[in-house]
Structures are given as C-alpha cells and as structure tokens.
C-alpha cells in the first residue's frame, strides 16, 4: 500500500521502516496531509492499522472502504535482547485502488 493511516503510534512507524516509504496520512485528515487528496486514495488504495479496541479508528477507516476493502486481526508483540513486551491486537483495514 502507498498510503498509511489509523493509530498515531502505529501508522507513523509504517511508513519510517517501511522499505517502500508510504506516505503516512496522518489523522485520516487531508489538512494534515495534504499529498494525500481522496482521488489519490481511489488511485492507490489505504492501509490503516488500528487498536482492535479504537472504534474511532475502524469508522475512520470504513468511510474509506468499498467492496473490495478487507478487515484482517491479527496480534503482534515486539522483542529485544530476549525480552519480549505486551501483546497488541490490531486490525489491518486494507482498501486496494478503486476498481475503475
């Protein structure tokens, strides 16, 4: 995806060690990101990443959806030097380009 939103904490570390650099969107807000309009969106798709818990998030992220959108949930937990932090479960909300 060239385009990533959702979580603050999650969406900005997306596109930083993202070998493809994304372009973050940031706050799902176009006066926040202005390089990314709606018609970029319909162009390249949306990748957000949301807290399973943050409906703020997932209803930010459906008003961006249509029908080939996919809702995926899955759980992650960072590790270093043998130690190995809380569990986070998000949801990938994965909007391809707009069919044309």
């Known amino acids: ?4 939103t959702g979580s603050e904490k999650y969406s900005l570390a997306q596109p930083f060690y993202g070998p493809d650099s994304p ?10 990101a202005p390089w990314v309009t709606p018609q970029r969106i319909e162009r390249e ?23 080939g959108t996919m809702e995926i949930p899955t759980t992650i937990q960072h590790s270093f030097a043998g130690m190995t932090g809380p569990t986070h479960n998000l949801i990938y909300v994965m909007t391809p380009p707009k069919p044309r």
Do not use: N, Y
């Open 1 to 4: 995806m060239r385009i990533v």
């Open 23 to 32: 372009a973050e969107f940031t706050h799902f807000s176009s006066g926040e």
């Open 45 to 67: 798709g949306l990748l957000a990443i949301c807290g399973a818990g943050e409906a703020w998030c997932l209803a930010a992220a459906r008003q961006f959806s249509h029908a």
